[in-house]
């Protein structure tokens, strides 16, 4: 992966979400540096070594004119997708360059603002839409999602009349409700970014559960005699398991001598069978709420970028510990509680309490550059690393390479 093209550039992403609230693209907002160009031919070359035929979407979204005209015209990927803003498209010559990027078989997709939709003489240049709601259309979203559910699945009730539009992309879905009607009742083709404030304040009352998928994972490795590693990866994978595990390998109850610190060291001094029991009283609560998988998805994909901004030759005792600190530094929203109590809580490296709660230690940049790159603003992202002395090539590069495997 070339080095040169990765530090031209500053890049932030936001996950498509499918109506099985699974991860089936990734959209990423890409700001050339002012100081220099971005060379459009081999960035592409990158993300294909990430983006095989047989993975996810890859959307671009330029922040300049000239590097959308520099994607339309190296860009061939069928799984890299080039996104085009409207208010763009009065360029003549960048319309041109969309049309003949379009004959070339491209995937190009238009974006504009809410309530917009493409020219009905450029519709066609177009694979798909990213669309956005007006609160007037919003409002008469959650009135049809609403209607619906009080009709049930009645033949003879008319199906009310919905803004949204089945087949294309969303952004900006404020709500659970907009959410679920546009994923669940209008088959949108998925939708950018997760409402994650409103899934969790609707657990406010109660307490939020490991996943029963994740619990039944782990026992089907258990049962299969996976390696140690798989089971620390499938582990991983559900912050709330990690946390309650670590609990569980500390609690009195069990009576060790030695404080445990890692996930790794709870599995070896546990072991298969005291962890499959263990998972096994777990399932009969374990929840079903597919809502919350983008929430702990995107915890670990942090946790997972951390992990890749650690310096190569960090031992992998360490990079575990790097890995706790950005699984854990959410870990409050589902818990409920407060995050410094909840860490208190477990014998972890004063390393990781000290960057998750105190913002401090040698894991405090990369766990402030890993939050910021969760979105669109490419100028926090920018100053973050650049107050952290974090070349753009590594970030850009963790960035990458956590999303490909994650």
Request: aromatic share 6%.
């Amino acid at each position: 992966m070339s080095s040169s093209v990765l530090g031209s550039i500053t890049i932030g992403y936001e996950a498509l979400w499918d109506q099985w609230r699974k991860r089936m693209g990734v959209r990423l907002w890409l700001d050339p540096d002012s100081s220099s160009a971005v060379d459009a031919t081999h960035l592409i070359e990158s993300l294909q070594e990430l983006w095989p035929a047989s993975r996810e979407i890859c959307l671009l979204h330029a922040r300049t004119p000239s590097l959308l005209a520099d994607l339309l015209d190296h860009s061939s990927a069928p799984n890299i997708w080039v996104e085009v803003p409207e208010h763009w498209l009065n360029d003549a010559l960048l319309a041109g360059r969309v049309r003949k990027a379009q004959q070339r078989g491209v995937k190009l997709v238009w974006c504009g603002e809410p309530g917009e939709r493409p020219q009905a003489d450029m519709a066609q240049w177009f694979h798909s839409t990213v669309l956005s709601l007006t609160p007037a259309q919003a409002l008469g979203a959650l009135r049809a999602a609403l209607q619906r559910s009080q009709d049930g699945s009645s033949a003879a009730s008319r199906p009310p009349e919905s803004p949204v539009q089945s087949g294309q992309l969303y952004e900006s879905l404020a709500s659970q409700a907009l959410v679920e009607h546009a994923l669940d009742q209008q088959h949108v083709r998925a939708v950018s970014g997760w409402p994650a404030e409103e899934v969790l304040y609707a657990y406010r009352y109660r307490q939020i559960q490991p996943a029963r998928q994740a619990l039944l994972d782990l026992v089907k490795a258990i049962d299969a005699d996976e390696s140690l590693d798989a089971l620390e990866h499938a582990m991983g994978r559900e912050p709330l398991l990690c946390y309650r595990f670590m609990r569980f390998a500390n609690s009195a109850a069990l009576g060790l001598r030695n404080e445990i610190g890692s996930l790794r060291q709870a599995l070896m001094t546990l072991g298969y069978s005291r962890l499959r029991a263990w998972l096994m009283e777990h399932l009969p609560h374990a929840s079903a709420d597919s809502n919350i998988d983008p929430i702990r998805h995107n915890m670990v994909l942090r946790a997972r970028i951390m992990e890749h901004l650690a310096d190569a030759g960090v031992e992998d005792e360490l990079r575990r510990e790097v890995f706790l600190c950005g699984v854990f530094s959410q870990v409050d929203v589902l818990l409920g509680e407060n995050l410094g109590a909840a860490l208190h809580r477990l014998p972890l490296p004063g390393r990781v309490a000290s960057a998750v709660v105190g913002q401090t230690g040698p894991y405090a940049p990369w766990l402030e550059v890993a939050a910021a790159l969760e979105g669109r603003n490419t100028k926090v992202i920018r100053e973050v690393c650049r107050a952290h002395q974090i070349p753009a090539d590594e970030v850009n590069r963790a960035l990458l390479r956590a999303l490909a495997q994650h």
